[in-house]
């Protein structure tokens, strides 16, 4: 087997990984990375490998750093099935339809408003053309259904079974058979795994055995989160605080999967009288149509939810208001409170949240509360971090909003439970490569891996090339993490 890492390696975004075992050549997701916009544009319009000569893309869920770049590869010629979950596929058409849309715009604003005359025109990364293209090779697969990979050039290959990772809607972790040098071996590949006892989705399902290798994320490898019956009462004191001031509450989040869990928890206060009914706005049309995605598929809900769902016909009925067009958004900009106002981006880099932010930021009743990681460099982590002057949409304000965070929400895995879900894989036996996370996060994942008796555990950097055979994988319980050249 050989294995190449061409994006979430060192960092969170951009999940992509280059597979060749038993004759079948394929990609693990293959994502946008998000960051800054140069560093960004140059990332996105590189793709790993020939496209051409790619068997299959396993997906592992819709978010956008894992299916992003999809249409780039279309744009490259390759014409092989894209296999994932029935449920990420609606997620990752939603995404990727507006991802076309925005750099469509982006590339149309550039081209009237900021370039020279004499410049080449700025072409977006792909367009929704690229995005029906790719959508076209989606192959739904439904959990638990083991799949073979037929190589191009004919033969047996691989095989591989989804299995619920509890991350977001019909997100799931990779279980890869195949065979080297007649002996059965495995690849786990985690994607992005969810928390225990979270809202709405399953927990993770426990692996099937020990693994002989293990790509996995470690987003949050170094850090435990609150328990998650502390998420709750801080959600509801940011409430309340805000309904007692009269003022804006405003949800800087993920379209997919977060924005559903912040109205879950409202459904919840006013069901429960914690709270009276207050305005619930969710300004975000990608969130609105992931919204209505979910309400398809209610088999993949936890059983919490499914009895929320018994007892007043759905978990978004009572008080949310689902925005789609700008006027509606320009309207819900009038509200000055009490109300809560979800919208889209998290990096407060783009999006409506932006519109939202120039009304509140300078009110000292109103309060941004974050839900999650947050990437460096972004609008977002600078207000996280607590910097009292910011640029929003080409003018500078004074922050004098209040600013929390809740971590909790997050729809990752702490470092405790990413250990409780690859217990099976502690063995002198596994080879792990630890992935999608900062380096710190890391390197600090690596060494507990080590610590509960894994047989090694490595954090490539971007590009670096790997063949794991017994001749280069140590086997020893205190190998430490490896640093490529190109770190």
């Known amino acids: 087997m050989r ?23 394929l990609l693990l997701d293959c994502g946008m990375f998000q960051g800054p916009r140069e560093q960004a544009d140059q990332f996105n319009r590189w793709v790993p490998q020939d496209p051409k000569q790619i068997d299959a893309v396993i997906l592992s869920h819709g978010h956008l750093d894992h299916c992003g770049k999809l249409p780039v590869l279309a744009r490259n010629g390759y014409t092989g099935p894209i296999y994932c979950t029935p449920a ?6 939603i995404v990727l339809e507006d991802s ?8 149309d604003f550039l081209n009237h408003h900021s370039r020279n005359p004499d410049e080449p025109k700025v072409q977006p990364i792909y367009t929704r053309k690229d995005v029906h293209d790719i959508l076209k090779l989606f192959r739904r697969v439904q959990y638990g259904q083991k799949t073979k990979v037929t190589p191009r050039t004919g033969g047996d290959g691989p095989s591989f079974t989804f299995f619920d990772a509890g991350h977001i809607l019909g997100s799931a972790y990779v279980w890869l058979e195949t065979t080297e040098n007649g002996s059965p071996k495995t690849l786990l590949f985690t994607g992005d795994v969810g928390r ?4 709405i989705l399953r927990d ?10 293990v790509i996995t994320e470690s987003t949050y490898g170094n850090k435990t989160h609150g328990p998650m019956k502390e998420i709750e009462p801080q959600f509801l ?23 559903q869990t912040v109205f879950w928890y409202m459904e919840k206060f006013i069901n429960e009288k914690l709270i009276p009914p207050i305005p619930i706005y969710v300004d975000s049309p990608m969130g609105v149509e992931i919204s209505k995605v979910l309400c398809d598929f209610p088999q993949e809900y936890d059983e919490q939810s ?19 067009s700008m006027q509606q958004s320009k309207q819900i900009n009038s509200d000055r409170g009490p109300c809560v106002i979800v919208a889209s981006s998290p990096t407060c880099e783009f999006g409506r949240i932006l519109h939202h932010l120039t009304e509140s930021v300078g009110n000292p009743n109103d309060m941004i509360v974050f839900v999650g990681w947050i990437p460096p460099q972004t609008l977002g982590r600078r207000l996280q971090d607590g910097q009292k002057r910011v640029r929003i949409l080409d003018r500078w304000y004074d922050v004098r909003c209040q600013v929390r965070t809740i971590h909790g929400l997050s729809a990752h895995a702490d470092a405790d439970e990413l250990l409780r879900f690859l217990k099976p894989t502690l063995t002198p036996k596994t080879h792990a490569f630890i992935v999608h996370g900062e380096i710190d996060q890391s390197q600090a994942f690596a060494n507990r891996l080590l610590a509960g008796g894994i047989g090694s555990a490595i954090v490539p950097a971007e590009e670096t090339e790997l063949f794991t055979s017994s001749a ?16």
């Open 472 to 487: 280069f994988m140590p086997n020893q319980a205190n190998a430490t993490p490896t640093k490529t050249d190109n770190d």
């Open 306 to 324: 499914q009895a929320m769902i018994a007892a007043t016909g759905s978990f978004c009925s009572t008080a949310v208001t689902f925005a789609s």
């Open 100 to 107: 076309a849309k925005i750099q469509e715009e982006n590339a």
């Open 204 to 213: 993770p399902v426990l692996l099937p055995g020990p693994a002989d290798w």
């Open 196 to 199: 225990y006892d979270t809202p």
């Open 3 to 25: 294995i190449q890492f061409c994006g979430a390696d060192r960092t969170v975004t951009g999940s992509c990984h280059f597979v060749e075992a038993q004759n079948v050549r």
């Open 237 to 259: 004191e940011a409430v309340k605080q805000c309904i007692a001031t009269r003022s804006r509450l405003l949800v800087p989040s993920f379209a997919v999967g977060r924005t």
């Open 88 to 93: 990420t596929a609606e997620v990752a058409r």
